[in-house]
């Protein structure tokens, strides 16, 4: 049997044993490691340059849609369906054009981690490579001693009603001793710390019970509602990812804590930690568990904690136009 | 979900960190395969080229300049001659109702708009299982009587599926020069004068 897939099988087989067997990163960034005489430094990656639809039928959106099982699925779906929704997302394409995310996403990751003074966000570097070779390269020639990368990509829901913003933060040790060769140091078991954060906003739904042209909204204004949308939603997971990465175990016991009740952002589902007062339908709940809940127009939204931050709100149409 | 994921792992082709070598995307560009006729129906004439061009500069202005996308841990380079790949995507406006002369060093004929190009975003994103090129070309005049600039842009979809990712990449790529050279074809009002 080859190398290559003996490795992949022992791979497959690691999935499906329980996660409590495997090593993982810390819950939280040690106090040893917040030490405002030597920061951590902060490298921001935005590997797209448009916005992302995603035209598959796993649904959710915000991350994941790079996933293998969603290009297999995506994969095997007929091609006209695909085309009829990439129609529609190249009116949205259109109309963000000269939309620089790029910009927005500096400046709000500058403005999140301003107050943090053991992370060095006011010198943070900025790239399009994702790779684990373009983050070794800056890892490898800055003098900090560990260098958190913070990988930001936004997407519109497959539906195209909604609009989502997604990050994740890894930390990285310089030196490793456990990792064997440099590259090992970006591995899942290898990093220091991960978190995501993700958040996700979608059009409410017409009072008069009209279906609700979302392209058109979106688009309406040279995109206005949508790139207005977007800078809020990066506002957002550039200060949930400064978040992540100060919680500390007490935050994680409160997030933990079983009396809070569920909810499902997406495929997102954990514990509503904040804007429960939010939700449109309580009543529909049984109080503890509350599934595909709605989020009143107008309001900040719901955030959860599925293990990272996940948070959503809803807009009503007009109220950005 | 777990065995979703492990099905899936057993299915990728096997890669292993030291075998990944960044993917160099083809030194010019090439027209996407026309759609094949129905039997019976008749290929369109070709389109007269009556808007006369003279490119006097080719310019590149991505950032980054030597990375284009990647592919997992993998990333997509532009060729090593931009001049001639930019060129060769320029060239594609002469199937679209342009006489396009390349006049860089030399005078211009006259009759010919002098005009300028700059490539400001070629890149490949993988997503929805396949490849989504995004290309931007700017147009602007050097004629200072005849001010113009304006970007066209185009985003093409290839999937992965029973495909290589060089072959597909190139593919997404290449389809969406040509639809950034089609809308500049649809707006040749703005550069032609008859």
Redesign the interface.
């Known amino acids: 049997m080859?190398i290559?897939?003996a490795?992949?099988?022992a791979?497959?087989?690691c999935?499906?044993v329980p996660t409590a067997v495997l090593a993982f990163p810390e819950e939280t960034i040690p106090e040893a490691n917040r030490n405002p005489a030597d920061p951590i430094s902060l490298h921001v990656i935005v590997?797209?340059?448009?916005i992302?639809?995603?035209?598959?039928a796993a649904g959710g959106g915000g991350g994941g849609?790079?996933?293998?099982?969603?290009?297999?699925?995506?994969?095997?779906m007929e091609?006209s369906r695909?085309k009829k929704a990439?129609d529609k997302a190249?009116q949205i394409?259109?109309a963000m054009?000269g939309f620089d995310a790029d910009a927005i996403v500096k400046r709000e990751v500058a403005r999140a981690f301003s107050g943090i003074n053991w992370i060095n966000g006011s010198k943070a570097s900025f790239?399009?490579?994702?790779?684990?070779?373009?983050k070794m390269a800056v890892l490898d020639a800055g003098s900090a001693p560990q260098m958190a990368s913070l990988k930001i990509t936004y997407e519109m829901t497959p539906d195209l009603s909604g609009v989502g913003v997604s990050a994740v933060v890894e930390l990285v040790d310089k030196v490793n001793p456990r990792a064997k060769?440099p590259?090992k140091r970006f591995l899942p078991e290898r990093v220091a710390f991960v978190k995501g954060a993700h958040t996700i906003t979608s059009l409410a739904p017409d009072s008069s019970g009209k279906p609700i042209d979302s392209v058109a909204a979106w688009t309406a204004n040279d995109g206005k509602l949508l790139k207005q949308t977007l800078i809020e939603s990066i506002a957002k997971v550039a200060d949930l990812s400064a978040r992540a990465m100060q919680l500390r175990t007490t935050d994680m016991a409160a997030f933990n804590d079983k009396t809070l009740p569920k909810m499902s952002i997406g495929w997102h589902r954990g514990r509503i930690i904040e804007g429960a007062d939010a939700l449109a339908t309580p009543e529909t709940s049984n109080g503890i568990v509350r599934t595909s809940a709605t989020v009143t127009p107008g309001k900040p939204g719901v955030l959860i904690w599925a293990g990272y931050f996940a948070h959503t709100r809803t807009l009503a149409l007009g109220a950005g136009q | 979900m777990?065995?979703?994921?492990?099905?899936?792992?057993?299915?990728?082709p096997?890669?292993?960190?030291a075998e990944?070598k960044p993917g160099v995307m083809n030194a010019t560009y090439a027209e996407p395969e026309a759609p094949k006729l129905a039997p019976g129906e008749k290929a369109p004439p070709p389109i007269p080229q009556t808007c006369k061009i003279a490119i006097v500069g080719i310019e590149d202005l991505r950032d980054?300049a030597n990375?284009m996308?990647?592919f997992?841990?993998?990333?997509f380079e532009p060729p090593a001659d931009r001049q001639a790949w930019i060129k060769s995507m320029v060239a594609g406006l002469g199937t679209r109702g342009f006489d396009v002369k390349f006049a860089e060093t030399g005078a211009v004929s006259a009759g010919y708009l002098p005009v300028k190009v700059a490539l400001k975003?070629a890149?490949l994103?993988?997503?929805?299982?396949?490849f989504?090129g995004?290309v931007i070309l700017r147009l602007s005049s050097a004629d200072a009587s005849r001010p113009f600039e304006k970007?066209y842009?185009g985003?093409f979809?290839r999937?992965?599926?029973m495909a290589t990712v060089m072959g597909r990449s190139n593919d997404a790529l290449n389809g969406a020069v040509a639809l950034s050279l089609n809308r500049i074809a649809e707006d040749a009002k703005v550069f032609c004068p008859n």
């Open positions: 080859p290559g897939f490795m992949r099988v791979s497959a087989v999935l499906a590997p797209q340059v448009e992302r639809a995603s035209i598959n849609s790079e996933s293998i099982v969603g290009a297999l699925i995506v994969g095997a091609s695909t990439e190249e394409r259109m054009e790239a399009k490579d994702p790779t684990l070779w373009g060769k590259e | 777990r065995a979703l994921l492990a099905v899936a792992l057993l299915a990728i096997s890669a292993t960190l990944l980054p990375y996308g990647n997992f841990d993998n990333h975003t890149w994103d993988y997503h929805n299982g396949g989504y995004t970007s842009r985003t979809w999937t992965l599926l």
